[in-house]
T-cell receptor
Framework: AQSVTQPDIHITVSEGASLELRCNYSYGATPYLFWYVQSPGQGLQLLLKYFSGDTLVQGIKGFEAEFKRSQSSFNLRKPSVHWSDAAEYFCAVGEGTYKYIFGTGTRLKVLA | NAGVTQTPKFQVLKTGQSMTLQCAQDMNHNSMYWYRQDPGMGLRLIYYSASEGTTDKGEVPNGYNVSRLNKREFSLRLESAAPSQTSVYFC??????????FGPGTRLTVL
């Protein structure tokens, strides 16, 4: 069965520090990969997506992610975190045409 | 352009009561989805509708029914609510093989 693993349940970083959130997936074919962000009490918003081509993708709010096929990973990065980035982050993989598998999420706390 | 809307935002039910969660999208998407979100479990797919007139079970369909009323609307019904259905419910829509757009969620408590 396909799966998405986000090994870090909680991450705490200081404002201005760099950030990397990990995501590993299990999928036989070339996956469609997504990162979403969820602020408290809100729905999920797309940060970025990878379908094919350049393995380093840029997203909104200064986020980027790198697809590494050899490691089955799609890690999310940001060079300098802002207090407003505190939220929960979800990695997801498209399974077939209509279904998506979500990771269990990583909750980010930002220290002032 | 409202995107994906959900009603109600909050609901408290007693065990055994029924209710319908409403979802509508104005992006002309063919596919619509219902998820539930529980702490530490991410989003789990309840049902989805690949296109108008079709619905399919997801990972956790037991205790739920859905209706794809038209291209815009996709409702989720709890016939006899149970405390295990206390959760936050999200509706989403998409075009195939692309990103999903999510509604703001319905927070449901079953006593």
């Amino acid at each position: 069965a396909q799966s998405v693993t986000q090994p870090d349940i909680h991450i705490t970083v200081s404002e201005g520090a760099s950030l990397e959130l990990r995501c590993n997936y299990s999928y036989g074919a070339t996956p469609y990969l997504f990162w979403y962000v969820q602020s408290p009490g809100q729905g999920l918003q797309l940060l970025l997506k990878y379908f094919s081509g350049d393995t380093l993708v840029q997203g909104i709010k200064g986020f980027e992610a790198e697809f590494k096929r050899s490691q089955s990973s799609f890690n999310l990065r940001k060079p300098s975190v802002h207090w407003s980035d505190a939220a929960e982050y979800f990695c997801a993989v498209g399974e077939g045409t209509y279904k998506y598998i979500f990771g269990t999420g990583t909750r980010l706390k930002v220290l002032a | 352009n409202a995107g994906v809307t959900q009603t109600p935002k909050f609901q408290v039910l007693k065990t055994g009561q029924s209710m319908t969660l409403q979802c509508a999208q104005d992006m002309n998407h063919n596919s619509m989805y219902w998820y539930r979100q529980d702490p530490g479990m991410g989003l789990r797919l309840i049902y989805y509708s690949a296109s108008e007139g079709t619905t399919d079970k997801g990972e956790v369909p037991n205790g739920y029914n859905v209706s794809r009323l038209n291209k815009r609307e996709f409702s989720l019904r709890l016939e006899s609510a149970a405390p295990s259905q206390t959760s936050v419910y999200f509706c989403a829509s998409s075009v195939p093989n692309n990103e999903q757009f999510f509604g703001p969620g319905t927070r449901l408590t079953v006593l």
